[in-house]
């Protein structure tokens, strides 16, 4: 288990934080499933009395309240604290409800960390998960953002995450579980191949693996080199931003390279509308920017979770409620410019 302690010292090292104390603790998400469970012991092992577990309840499953009190339980024995984070997933036409269910889950772990005053909040996600994200992305198109997969280190509601083993399968984790003689829990929905990441764990990663015994750590290494490329993306796309303003000016936005045009108009949505547009929204939004060389020409499209339309000299996007709104009121979404 030591170069698993280590993994965790060096997360800390790399990053830079303040160590989890009683008055800061650290938190770590905890399912009660084998990953977690190590995560939790190892990290209250390494900081005794400054780390606290923090258990979110979906409650999608019938065996939601066996998970809980497990929890609890365990909790309980090894004389971590606890809180029991409950969710209301709300799933609307069109959404995943997977997703939706990963926003619940931010939403819940940033509050609870924000109540403790916590330093971090840890997540349990290994090698072989972030090889499983990096196919899954792949098998979507996605891409360097989306190739980055899974970040070691990211803010969501002001709240810094960590996922200190990365680098770490999960057969060692097991084996540490199965060392400490830790109780742990299986979530049945593993299972279940009607889920893409489950196809991919189960039918894909093995037939892989045979091929390529290291592939769990390729595949992590090629995240990280497309975070790298990721992150320069972003760098660009902020100068380029503040050349063309935001909301941005359609005369400046021409005058960038399609690929330039198409980054920082993802940059830009991204931060407007909290999503990135899809690959057919992005693209015929540049074609109909390359074509509007008049102030007559109107651009209205459907993008990310709302609409872009061009007024006068700008483009402007309205979030779905501003756009039912004036829709139905009769009001002209296309003002004369």
Request: net charge positive.
């Amino acid at each position: 288990m030591k170069h698993l302690d280590e993994a965790l010292r060096r997360w800390w090292q790399r990053h830079a934080l303040p160590l989890p104390t009683p008055t800061a603790p650290l938190l770590v998400a905890f399912s009660g499933g084998v990953d977690s469970t190590a995560l939790l012991q190892l990290a209250h092992q390494t900081w005794p009395g400054a780390v606290e577990a923090v258990h979110v309840n979906h409650g999608l499953q019938e065996a939601a309240p066996a998970f809980e009190a497990h929890c609890r339980l365990a909790c309980a024995q090894w004389g971590v604290p606890l809180q029991v984070q409950p969710v209301a997933v709300t799933v609307r036409t069109g959404d995943s409800l997977e997703e939706q269910a990963r926003h619940a889950r931010y939403r819940a772990l940033s509050e609870a960390a924000r109540q403790r005053g916590a330093c971090a909040v840890w997540l349990a996600q290994h090698a072989d998960d972030q090889a499983e994200t990096v196919l899954l992305a792949l098998s979507r198109g996605a891409g360097v953002n989306g190739l980055a997969a899974m970040g070691e280190r990211v803010v969501h509601h002001g709240v810094v995450f960590g996922r200190p083993w990365l680098g770490v399968e999960q057969s060692v984790l097991r084996a540490c579980v199965a060392a400490g003689g830790w109780p742990w829990v299986d979530d049945p929905s593993n299972a279940h191949t009607r889920f893409t990441r489950n196809r991919i764990r189960h039918d894909v990663m093995p037939v892989l693996l045979k091929a390529f015994p290291a592939m769990a750590q390729t595949l992590a290494r090629s995240a990280r080199h497309c975070a790298e490329a990721g992150g320069l993306l972003a760098e660009l796309a902020q100068q380029d931003l503040a050349q063309v303003g935001s909301p941005p000016r359609v005369v400046a936005l021409q005058a960038l390279s399609a690929a330039r045009l198409a980054n920082v108009l993802r940059h830009w949505l991204v931060q407007v509308a909290g999503r990135a547009p899809s690959t057919v929204q992005l693209d015929e939004l540049v074609k109909q920017l390359g074509a509007a060389r008049t102030r007559g020409h109107q651009i209205h499209l459907k993008v990310a979770n709302g609409h872009v339309r061009r007024v006068g000299d700008w483009l402007e996007f309205l979030p779905p409620p501003m756009a039912e709104a004036l829709a139905p009121a009769g009001l002209d979404l296309f003002p004369p410019g």
